[in-house]
């Protein structure tokens, strides 16, 4: 099982935990990967932060 498997399970999981706890909660979306001269950023859309991958 990959990293980004494990990812997408969990946030199924919270997406559907937030939905049954009804109003007042969000979901901000997920992180995108990007490759950039050889190296992984992650990038967490709606927001202006950048995360480089640890590997």
């Known amino acids: ?7 997408q399970a969990l946030v199924r999981d919270v ?3 937030l ?7 969000a979901f ?8 950039v001269g050889g190296d992984d950023f992650y990038e967490r859309k709606g927001r202006n932060n950048i995360y480089k991958s640890r590997k």
């Open 19 to 25: 939905l049954e706890l009804g109003t007042g909660f």
């Open 28 to 35: 901000l979306g997920n992180q995108y990967h990007l490759n």
């Open 1 to 7: 099982m990959l990293e980004r498997d494990i990812e």
């Open 15 to 17: 997406k559907k935990l």
